[in-house]
């Protein structure tokens, strides 16, 4: 019954991380690096770590593989216990900086990440197999399911499956990990997996994207924030000792009564002044604020289910085209609304850190050019940082 | 004619201000280019040892160093006349270290005697940087490969709550 503490949750995602590149000698020593894990799991690597294939269309077509999770036994303290630690990647990254998000049918019928889930598939047949003779038989251990990153958003479609499939009881640790679906799945897995503890920093830019319609589980829950701060740095994602602040020095607690918490953002009531735009900033809060005020004015015009529903069921247009033809005819409604929608661009503007944040027109073109704008700020620099390396 | 004579300086002072404000704003978010920058990633330090089986020393045994940050690097050695090995210390440049995402460094020391593989030392972290305590260890390795695989902890002294965790079938008390 007993949950990982936080210190072994984000040490176990942080070993995660040593499976990616094979090893020619085939010696792995999993998990004996860090001496807490050591004590409490161990991992047999007889068959190495469970492949997973990401990554972008090159990746994909060239099936390039690598170790993505390990599955471990607890001890001691742990006894009957089993965790799943799961890496994340760079080359996934792709998927939740693109603005062109796909959306997919999750395994439990609501709409999730097209680009997670599918690495959730091409992993799901090694997860089976491995997991089957440790679950299948009258285990009544708990299943930990941790992850860093995409290794988190991974780990929760995990968490999700698992509890459907072996119905032991489920607990989910995530560091940094960003939006895996919309709030159907959001729902539905904060009631299926027992306990979620969501750890973020506040700098950290990865859990802001991908934006709304997105949203975070445990459905407007509690999220473990290890490090406030003010802005976005990049670095804030980092596990590293060496990184400031650094998940895996932020989580160093035995106990999660320790750790600060804080309500996820409930997308309260947020009518954005044109006036007002230059208080806006290029930060995590501008972000939320800027989500806020576009839901507001969908709920204010009567467009917010029709949005909702046009994202669930998917148009041919992107996502972004088609909220920007529904805010072109928001803006036609009322002179009301059009200065509403005005706030809402100009403050999108200034967050994206224009040099003219003037609005002219509420046209098409010039609604989609500024979300093109507002998108391309909290994403292409996440994406620069990490092309830059592959 | 007045208009046009100013007109150039009025685009450079247009083109200046736009400077100032992307200089400005991209101070704000400084840490946002660290990617451009390479760094040092300390892979190992110099390594000396000593190879026994049964307290005779082993000669001529190849000994294979194997690390691996993003990518492998390989080198191997042998022992000389009285079991004694070494290896130049290896740092690489790299750009990884100011990415957004961690880049685990691994290290494996291996030996393959009479048709088994014997692990003399694996450690595994997610730091660029050096360990004290892991470079003072690797400067005399003793190792009988009669002895069974174990795992030490050992002191970090850069982040002292991170003990290490060292396996191999060297003594390292």
């Known amino acids: 019954m007993a949950t990982l503490t936080p210190k072994l949750a984000v040490q176990l995602a942080s070993l995660a991380y040593e499976i990616k590149e094979p090893s020619s000698s085939g010696l792995y020593r999993f998990g004996k690096s860090a001496p807490d894990v050591d004590r409490a799991f161990q991992f047999d690597l007889t068959n190495g770590p469970i492949q997973g294939i990401s990554g972008g269309i090159l990746a994909r077509m060239l099936k390039r593989s690598s170790g993505f999770a390990m599955v471990g036994k607890g001890k001691a303290g742990y006894q009957g216990d089993h965790v799943i630690a799961i890496r994340g990647t760079a080359s996934l990254a792709d998927g939740i900086t693109d603005a062109h998000i796909g959306l997919t049918g999750g395994d439990n019928n609501s709409l999730i990440h097209a680009g997670f889930n599918k690495t ?209 005819a928001v803006a036609k409604a009322s002179g009301k609304l059009a200065e509403q929608t005005r706030g809402l661009l100009g403050h999108m503007l200034v967050f994206a850190r224009q040099v003219v944040t003037t609005v002219t027109e509420l046209s098409f073109n010039f609604i989609r050019w500024v979300f093109d704008k507002t998108l391309a700020a909290l994403y292409r620099s996440a994406r620069d940082a990490i092309s830059s390396v592959m | 004619m007045l208009l046009v004579r100013f007109r150039p300086i009025l685009l450079l002072t247009a083109r200046l201000s736009i400077l100032i404000s992307l200089t400005l704003s991209s101070q704000v978010n400084a840490n946002m280019f660290d990617w451009l920058k390479k760094y040092d990633v300390h892979l190992s330090p110099a390594i000396n040892g000593t190879i026994t089986y049964n307290g005779q020393p082993v000669t001529q045994l190849k000994v294979y160093r194997e690390l691996t940050y993003h990518r492998e690097f390989l080198d191997h050695t042998l022992t000389d006349g009285e079991g004694n090995f070494s290896f130049a210390a290896k740092s690489i440049r790299s750009r990884r270290p100011g990415s957004a995402f961690d880049t685990a460094k691994r290290q494996v020391l291996y030996v393959d005697h009479n048709n088994q593989r014997y692990l003399l030392w694996y450690y595994s972290t997610l730091n660029a940087g050096a360990a004290a305590t892991l470079t003072g260890k690797l400067q005399q390795l003793n190792c009988e490969l009669t002895q069974p695989e174990k795992t030490y902890e050992l002191p970090n002294q850069e982040f002292p709550e991170h003990p290490h965790g060292v396996t191999g079938v060297c003594s390292l008390d």
């Open chain 1, 120 to 328: 959730f598939h091409s992993m799901k047949p090694a997860l089976e197999n491995a997991l089957s003779p440790l679950l299948s038989r009258s285990s009544n251990g708990t299943v930990h399911c941790v992850g860093h990153s995409l290794g988190g958003a991974l780990a929760h479609i995990t968490a999700d499956w698992v509890k459907r499939r072996f119905k032991n009881q489920v607990f989910l640790y995530t560091f940094g990990a960003p939006r895996v679906g919309l709030d159907g799945f959001a729902i539905k897995t904060s009631t299926n997996i027992d306990r979620i503890f969501r750890c973020t920093h506040a700098a950290d830019p990865v859990p802001m994207v991908p934006l709304w319609p997105f949203v975070h589980a445990p459905y407007q829950g509690q999220e473990v924030l290890l490090a406030p701060g003010q802005g976005i740095s990049f670095n804030a994602h980092k596990m590293a000792m060496e990184a400031s602040p650094g998940y895996l020095n932020t989580a160093n607690n035995n106990s999660w009564a320790n750790l600060q918490t804080q309500s996820g953002i409930n997308h309260s009531t947020v009518r954005l002044h044109y006036e007002n735009r230059h208080q806006a900033s290029f930060s995590g809060y501008w972000a939320d604020k800027i989500s806020s005020g576009l839901i507001t004015l969908l709920k204010d015009a009567g467009y917010y289910s029709a949005v909702m529903a046009q994202a669930a069921i998917g148009t041919g247009l992107t996502f972004y085209d088609m909220l920007a033809r529904t805010l072109e």
